[in-house]
């Protein structure tokens, strides 16, 4: 167990949808990031949050939003939901420093179904 | 830009026999170099990591060694169980936002 919870496991819903993932950091890594992993593109970057603020992004599309809380934990909104966005969505954290500052704990991933 | 070359999967080997999956790296300044594994369901396990050239990341019979003058961090089992089926993934990340660039992933599947 890595430390890092995410919410719901399976998700399905329909095109034209959308949906909100969750993540819940290690308690005190400061940094949130947001990875897809679908079969055709593999494990890709979407964008990474630190104490708050926006700190990097990847290749995320412009109908996918992210935000981190107060509380550390980290939203992934996903709107106008099309079929090639069904994928495994993992986020992942890291502490800010020490032996392991940059070193990512992923959780266990939302699987992301779209019909 | 940064990316991560990784060996074409899958692989099979029968139990016992000596594993290396092969990853080749392009990157501007020090990249750390990570193999991450995962199992079926689950989601992804930091297994070794290295920080510099010449490093030795080693855990649970796993090796890899950074070689800058190569650009490559091969992973390597001397005697593969059936346990160790997964997919594995070779990353880099750079000082930064130390976000992570991934391989494609290697499946190995052993056989008793």
């Known amino acids: 167990d890595s430390g890092v919870t995410q919410t719901p496991k399976h998700l399905i819903t329909a095109t034209g949808q959308r949906v909100t993932l969750r993540c819940s950091p290690r308690?005190?890594?400061?940094?949130v990031y947001w990875y897809q992993q679908s079969l055709d593109q593999g494990l890709q970057f979407l964008i990474q949050?630190?104490?708050?603020?926006?700190?990097a992004k990847g290749n995320i599309l412009e109908r996918f939003s992210a935000q981190q809380f107060p509380d550390l934990h980290s939203e992934l909104n996903l709107s106008s939901l099309e079929l090639g966005d069904s994928a495994l969505y993992f986020c992942?954290?890291?502490?800010?420093?020490?032996?392991?500052?940059?070193?990512?704990?992923f959780g266990p991933g939302t699987r992301l179904t779209v019909l | 830009g940064n990316s991560v070359t990784q060996m074409e999967g899958p692989v099979t080997l029968s139990e016992e026999a000596f594993l290396t999956i092969n990853c080749t790296y392009t990157?501007?300044?020090?990249?750390?170099l990570f193999w991450y594994v995962q199992y079926p369901g689950e989601g992804l396990q930091l297994l070794l990591k290295?920080?510099?050239?010449?490093d030795k990341g080693s855990n649970k019979g796993f090796e890899a060694t950074y070689r800058k003058e190569t650009t490559s961090f091969h992973l390597e089992k001397g005697s593969v169980q059936v346990s160790d089926s997964a997919v594995y993934f070779c990353?880099?990340?750079?000082?930064?936002?130390?976000?992570?660039?991934f391989g494609t992933g290697t499946r190995l599947k052993v056989l008793a």
């Open positions: 992942a954290s890291s502490p800010a420093g020490g032996l392991s500052y940059n070193e990512q704990f």
């Open positions: 308690s005190g890594d400061l940094s």
């Open positions: 949050y630190y104490n708050g603020e926006e700190r």
């Open positions: 990157a501007t300044g020090y990249p750390s």
């Open positions: 290295a920080t510099k050239a010449d």
């Open positions: 990353a880099l990340s750079t000082s930064g936002t130390y976000k992570y660039i």
